[in-house]
């Protein structure tokens, strides 16, 4: 139950903010799936930011790939080796 008791709190003023909203005759900031679509982009940002915090070296990868850092293979030839 402790697992819900802020989705419920959160739920309960929500509907005090429209219940409100509708006695005062105010509309809503936004229209509600505009208000859903950017929480949505919220949700899915922080997520993304967590994800790549978890996975640093994929993140690291990709940017050594674009970098102009040499490979171990594309190094100079050294002198002993050019016979």
């Not at 936004?30 to 899915?44: D, F, K």
């Not at 915090?53 to 102009?68: D, I, M, P, T």
């Amino acid at each position: 139950m402790s697992q819900l008791h802020p989705y419920l709190i959160s739920l309960v003023v929500g509907l005090g903010v429209g219940v409100a909203y509708g006695l005062v005759s105010v509309r809503s900031p936004a229209p509600p799936i505009i208000a859903l679509l950017g929480l949505l982009g919220m949700l899915a940002g922080e997520a993304g930011v967590q994800w790549l915090k978890g996975h640093a070296n994929v993140l690291q990868a990709c940017l050594h790939e674009k970098s102009f850092a040499l490979r171990p293979s594309d190094k100079a030839p050294k002198n002993n080796d050019l016979g």
